[in-house]
């Protein structure tokens, strides 16, 4: 069920041919001819990391200076020297870097957890290993001594998910401050030979002067980082050490829940351990194996909670260690390019991580009492990333989540129920570039496998579901001014017949739409077939920028296995004219603006998208900034909106936002958003405003509170569609929607304090509260319209059904003109939600780590929809809560 060892069998293989074909590294990427370089030289005694440059292995290395910024006055000298040497040995790569400062005193440092960028004094070493001018890592320390680290990708970008295992030490003195840093070669990719020759490129940030210097720098009106390195010399007779690491966990949970009184599954008390570990295996020089088994993800943060009332599923970000890490190889359909507008293109995502490990799927039979776990189990997962040779990337991944059951109690007793199926997710990535990186190709294919034999669930799931895609961009001019990047994906998925019939009707394809010309259900299919495509035109130097795309997802395209989409049959275009001015002015330091217009029909020819754009931005010479932007849509026809009814018309209006933000480098910084939207005939009438404030009392501790409001007055919020043969104008069916006033209340809080590089506590919670009031319920008089007739006129009546307290539980509709009556339920809603967590993270060796977590979440929902803030908060108060007590601790082994 796994694509894994295979994958592994072939890049090993590949990696044996390519090895044997390619010559020393050396002669295969001659410098070119105006390269710049750095020289590092071989230790030639020990190094004691302390930040101190008076070890005798410093003297007589060449240092590199002449440091020039990028911020605030492009090209200018850095307005303070800095200096750097490399060294190295058979084990690691070192760098001392001199950051000189005519006010050492002004020197700012503020301690954070890793990867957090805080304003502050900092250094940075960024190296291409491979020599490609387009891939690499980033190693950073700020002057407090909290680490950076990730890597770069496509030139341009960079992630810093990536942690490696490597050291750093700062030290202040009268000339300013001084860094040491220790790179271990198994933290690096690189392809094995006698002599290397690596890019190497280096950058320093002055706080105080918001002044961002770099050995080599890109201009503000160009694109290209990795590509402009210098060239490191000089490191020879080096060896990839053997990579193999192991870190195993052991885990301990105690859980306090709510609970039924008289639930046999949850007495509200739980406590369990738990063990696992994670693996990584270097395979030569360039291959990475990393595995998993029975990972825990009790750090990770909390997801927030949000109230959906669309059709659309919520997508989240993935926050946990084993996928993030790496993940850039995975990628799809973003090379070359800088930059990927969207404009209402619900670009499909081939690789949606949080696929695995996710809520069981499944029905669960009705039942007095029931137990269904909050997740699928991994019981293991694998992941393969590397480079064969310098210009073909590699990548796999395969996971087994395991069968999962519901324990269940009836009136006859207890039983159990299969809720997720014993699944195999399998994932193979390849690119290939060529001409320097003037051109790429790529190819990703996805496999979800079920063991559906004999299962309840088979009319429930997919039993395989397959993607296959193919990506790519190629540099139209010798400057790297145009290019063009696209892709093409097909899809299938298998099952029973009863299984792609939902399918067909799910929110995602909406096949059923009974006035479609294109589609419709075909109830004997076993299988669906469908493709998806893009292709971007993209100009990212100068001051003139454009870009333009056009792609189409055909309706039978299928994806949400183990990826991400939202809808299908749908063909869009937008074309983005862009101005950017990049010498500082009279009023500005950077300032933007783009004009757009985007087009979108689905494959009936309706026009169900249009739009016209316009944003701007701009940096004020005392850093303080604003943007927003400003959009009409035109009338346009709506598939969706009965949710698989028939069109609808969706009417003209506009969309503004406004942001404002102040200068960071203060102890107390922030920033506002106002938004508004208006649509005609009453269909959409929203405003919300937003603030973040940011406090630092002091160089380790940040307080930042983030509170949103947003109130909107919907005219034609989808409730419910009633199948009724009388309603021969709506084909069949009673499309019934309700005005909506909804007011949305929450923030985000959030105390990071770091007491080491190393020890650090972080707090977070999220508040919400959200009612909704639904009113003047109606039905869609007539397809592709706006129109309704409201009941309780016409002839129609609509009675509330209350409990003797007087609660309003639902609505009997009488719609005359001799139909049946019908009941509704009152969808009015009051939620009050809390959830958060307490993080004490202590890396007491390098690599090893120990947690202690505190999550909690509470809720409390009723059936109505006034906005009381004080009632919610008192029932939240009131409410019992969740809260979950665990200790993690890791230990990093390698031999």
Known sequence: MSALPALLALALQAQQVSTAKLPAPAAAVAPRAEARTVQAVRRSAPVALDGDLSDAAWFGTIPVSGFRQREPDEGAPATEPTEVKVLYDDEAIYIGARMFDSAPDSIVGRLARRDNWVVSDRFQVFLDPYHDRRTGFFFGVNAAGTLYDGTLMNDDWDNDTWDGIWDAKTRRDSLGWTVEMRIPYSQLRFQQGDRYLWGINFRRDLARRNEASFLSYTPRSESGFVSRFYDLQGVEQVRPPRRFEVVPYLTSKAEFVDHQRGDPFNDGRRFRGSAGADFKLGIGSNLTLDATVNPDFGQVEVDPAVVNLSDVETFYPEKRPFFIEGADIFDFGSGGANNFWGFNWPGPDLFYSRRIGRPPQGSTPDATFSQV???????????????????????????????????????????????????????????????????????????????????????????????????????????????ITGYAAGSRVDGTRARITGLQQNSTHYFQRPDSRYVSVDSNATSLTGWAGRLWLNKQRGNWLVNAAVGGISPEFESNDLGFLSRTDVANGHFVLSRRWTDTGRLFRFARINAATFRSYDFDGDRIGEGYWMSGGATLLNYQGFEGYLAYNPDRVNPRGTRGGPRMTAPSGYEASLSYNTDDRKTMFGGVTVNRSAYSRGSDDTWGASLSLEWRPAAAVSVRVEP????????????????????????????????????????????????????????????????????????????????????????????????????????????????????????????????????????????????????????????????????????????????????????????
């Open 373 to 483: 776990p909050d997740g699928t189990t991994i019981l293991g997962a694998a992941k393969l990333s590397g480079k064969i040779g310098h210009s073909l990337s590699v990548g796999g991944l395969s996971a087994l989540t395991g069968r999962e059951t519901a324990r269940l109690q009836d009136s006859t007793g207890r039983f159990s129920a299969e809720v997720e199926p014993l699944t195999s997710y399998n994932l193979v990535r390849g690119q290939r570039e060529f001409g320097q990186g003037r051109q790429g190709l790529g190819l990703l294919a996805t496999g979800t496998f079920r063991d559906l034999a004999g299962s309840r669930l088979r009319d429930e799931l997919n039993q395989d579901a397959l993607a296959l895609g193919v990506d790519g961009w190629t540099f139209v001019d010798r400057d790297k001014m145009w290019v």
């Open 708 to 895: 949103q409001l947003e109130v909107s007055r919907v005219g034609a919020q989808y409730v419910s569609t009633v199948e009724d043969a009388t309603a021969t104008s709506t084909f069949g069916s009673r499309y019934v929607f309700a005005n909506l006033d909804q007011t949305t209340l929450s923030a985000s809080l959030r105390l990071n304090w770091t007491f080491s590089p190393r020890l650090s506590l972080e707090l977070y919670a999220q508040p919400l509260v959200s009612s909704g009031n639904y009113r003047e319920f109606k039905e869609l008089a007539r397809p592709n319209s706006y129109d309704f007739r409201r009941f309780g006129t016409q002839g129609s009546t609509i009675t509330p059904v209350t409990d003797p307290d007087g609660t309003v539980n639902g609505y009997e509709v009488d719609p005359g003109t001799g139909a049946s009556s019908f009941t509704l339920e009152n969808p009015d809603f009051s939620l009050a939600s809390l959830r958060g967590n307490a993080v004490l993270r202590w890396e007491y060796l390098p690599g090893s780590t120990l947690f202690l977590v505190w999550t909690q979440d509470r809720s409390d929902d009723a059936v109505d929809g006034e906005f009381r803030f004080g009632r919610s908060l008192r029932r939240l108060v009131q409410a019992r809560g969740n809260n979950i007590f665990a200790v993690k601790v890791s230990y990093w082994w390698h031999p």
